[in-house]
């Protein structure tokens, strides 16, 4: 995941407190059930000793909020009687997480992004698109690109004014599609989408695909369900985003683990694993991802800024910090890569970490021979 909009974070001083809890709202006693989390949620916090501002400031939010459609989770982090970050995930978090801590823990949202990432849906025909910014937080943004279509709905002829008639319309499309390609190059570029889904009329998604940039090629997949036109089958449309989804999630985990693999296997110094080598790495700003499986409640020293970080105290003193504290490293090394501008993915069991951490790294460690 992209952290950026995490960011805010490090710059917020703690103590935090962070809940992530199960916000569905698909049953008619949905209100109720959300009532009874809320005080689970407020007891468990006063029994960790959490200041009751910041506790108030998140039962308010989560109260004044519209509710979910269907399954949902959400994610609130607040600090000092403000909520500093508040996410709506695509999907409940497997258990309630429910913290009072000096740094925050935020990887519920990381596991969960993968649930609803930024994507495009493109409704294209010869005339244009309706084009749909999906957005992270489940908001979604409907963008037109209108053509033209004075030729391209002309009735038919015969003979030589037939055939002008067709190449001017076949001009026409072509520059109607050109200008979708462009806004979708650009609208990819601005959102940083990782997905785009082609739907509409057959002919003019494999033109429009071809017109595409390779990088956004890359990211983009068709589908035959749903279209542009009135009628169009939209709950057919939707399960199979949600398959491109999953499916291109569980690639991007596959590609990175096996990218890690290779690195640490011909040691080019691109990775490292383990507590030690990854604190090391996050320590001098060399994190490009940062990849977490299950660290458990390890530990680790953390100095008062956030890339101080390491597991002995001659390394904290090394940095700068001779008095260090104790964090939970699930706290405080993704803490730190939001901080030196990494990427952050949750792995599943696909591939085992050395004490639930490892990074590809920005340069390689490795001297040259």
Known sequence: MDTT????LTTTTGPFVSVHFDESHDTADAAKLLRLRLREIEAALT????????????????EAGTPPVGRAGRSVI????????DHRLAAPPATQEVRYSDLPYFLPVITHSADAPEYLVVLVDRVGANVEVHHTDGTTREETVQGRDDEVHKARTGGVDHRDLQHRIEETVRHNLEDVAAHVTKTVERTGARLVVLAGEVQSRAELQDLLPAAVREITAETDAGG?????????????????????????LDDL???????????????VC????????LAEA????????????????????PAQL???????????????????????LPFAAVAVGADVVVMDERIDLPDGFAALLRHSTRSPE
């Open 228 to 252: 542009r036109a009135p009628g169009a089958n939209r709950a057919e449309l939707d399960e199979r985003i949600h398959e491109l989804i999953g499916t291109r999630h569980l690639a991007e």
């Open 286 to 305: 060399n994190v490009a991802t940062l990849l977490v499986g299950a660290p458990g409640d390890l530990e680790v020293l953390t100095g008062p800024e």
């Open 257 to 271: 683990a096996e990218r890690v693999r290779a690195e640490l296997g011909r040691r080019s110094g691109r990775a």
């Open 5 to 8: 909009g995490l960011r805010p």
């Open 310 to 332: 390491g597991v002995t105290e001659s390394r904290l003193a090394a940095l700068g910090a001779p008095a260090p504290t104790r964090h939970r490293a699930d706290e405080a």
């Open 274 to 281: 383990g507590l030690e080598g990854v604190t090391g790495a």
């Open 47 to 62: 029994e960790q000793g959490a200041d009751a501002p910041s506790v108030a400031a998140i039962l308010r939010t989560v």
């Open 78 to 85: 607040a600090a000092h009687g403000e909520v500093v970050a």
